[in-house]
């Protein structure tokens, strides 16, 4: 009887130093859980900052200040200005063939 005594008692240790450990580990991963969390708050917290300032800097009366003041740039005359429509670039873009002749004249 002793015996079966002695067996469950270390038994009931094991058991109880592996709750221990387990516990001790599943708090270490919260921490780390909450840790992560709050440093992934601060980085959405950051972009968004960053967002709003490159918003900021892009903003067109800015650059046109800039342009204007800085570099003397101007707007152009509206005579100046030439609208080019996609189907004008791609048969810009695709240039005639050049017509070989003969020495006789003779194209081929």
């Known amino acids: 009887m002793t015996r079966l005594n002695l ?3 270390f ?4 058991s109880a ?3 221990v450990n387990s516990q001790h580990k599943a708090r270490n991963l919260y921490i780390e ?4 969390s709050q440093t992934a708050k601060q980085t959405e917290q950051e ?3 960053l967002q709003l300032e490159q918003s900021t800097w892009a903003m067109h009366s800015r650059i046109e200040q800039i342009a204007s003041q800085q570099m003397q ?9 030439q609208v080019i429509s996609p189907a ?7 240039p005639p063939a050049p017509q070989v002749t003969q020495p006789n004249g003779v194209t081929p």
């Open 7 to 9: 067996i469950l008692f």
């Open 73 to 81: 740039m101007q707007v152009p005359d509206a005579k100046r200005v």
């Open 88 to 94: 004008d670039m791609q048969t810009a873009a695709v």
């Open 11 to 14: 038994a009931l240790i094991f």
């Open 47 to 49: 972009y968004g900052q």
């Open 33 to 36: 859980l909450e840790r992560a």
């Open 17 to 19: 130093l592996g709750l």
